[in-house]
T-cell receptor, first 109, second 114 residues
Framework: GIQVEQSPPDLILQEGANSTLRCNFS?????LQWFHQNPWGQLINLFY???GTKQNGRLSATTVATERYSLLYISSSQTTDSGVYFC???????????FGKGTMLLVSP | DTGVSQNPRHKITKRGQNVTFRCDPI?????LYWYRQTLGQGPEFLTY????????KSRLLSDRFSAERPKGSFSTLEIQRTEQGDSAMYLC????????????FGQGTRLTVV
């Protein structure tokens, strides 16, 4: 099956710093989503981004499907950004998402 | 639109007991998915439904697990004769094929088997 690798696995930032999270995948995909898992375990949708670039406030994402990677940018980080960020892909010809192992982000005041 | 709803949020059970979880998807979504997440890992696919038809089951779904989606609305996931290894977060998601394949997740049910 498809391999989804996220880096870095852990990231510690001071409030106000910027960061880039990366997601590499091993095969062609029809869909890619970024999620933030809150402390209670719920997955919050950040971006639905099979290709191209999207921005939502301090967050933006870029997917280059031909090169099989996606990037999530967090600018001016806040303590509330802390948590685990997951990349999930829908491989071509499949109907279910495959998740990476996530990046654990801690933003300290 | 109230989002995907899961009940209960937490369940503690003794080994060997049966448990059942419920998922109510977003009302206009015809696809419903169950995932399991253990500590430090990403969610892993268990099974999915399109309307009332169960179209795919993962190898993770042992014979002790069964899922239903009667009438294509809510879904239940039952685990029989629970084992300590079943302790995990069980997540439900839904999506609308006609509206694209963006999936939305519920709050999850955290199962602890003691």
């Amino acid at each position: 099956g498809i391999q989804v690798e996220q880096s870095p696995p852990d990231l510690i930032l001071q409030e106000g710093a910027n960061s880039t999270l990366r997601c590499n995948f091993s095969d062609s995909v029809n869909n890619l989503q970024w999620f933030h898992q809150n402390p209670w375990g719920q997955l919050i949708n950040l971006f639905y981004i099979p290709s191209g670039t999207k921005q939502n406030g301090r967050l933006s994402a870029t997917t280059v499907a031909t090169e099989r990677y996606s990037l999530l940018y967090i600018s001016s980080s806040q303590t509330t950004d802390s948590g685990v960020y997951f990349c999930a892909v829908l491989p071509s010809g499949y109907s279910t998402l495959t998740f990476g192992k996530g990046t654990m982000l801690l933003v300290s005041p | 639109d109230t989002g995907v709803s899961q009940n209960p949020r937490h369940k503690i059970t003794k080994r060997g007991q049966n448990v059942t979880f419920r998922c109510d998807p977003i009302s206009e979504h015809n696809r419903l998915y169950w995932y399991r997440q253990t500590l430090g890992q990403g969610p892993e696919f268990l099974t999915y439904f399109q309307n009332e038809a169960q179209l795919e089951k993962s190898r993770l779904l042992s014979d002790r697990f069964s899922a239903e989606r009667p009438k294509g609305s809510f879904s239940t996931l039952e685990i029989q004769r629970t084992e300590q290894g079943d302790s995990a977060m069980y997540l439900c998601a839904s999506s609308s094929w006609t509206g694209g394949t963006e999936a939305f997740f519920g709050q999850g049910t955290r199962l602890t088997v003691v």
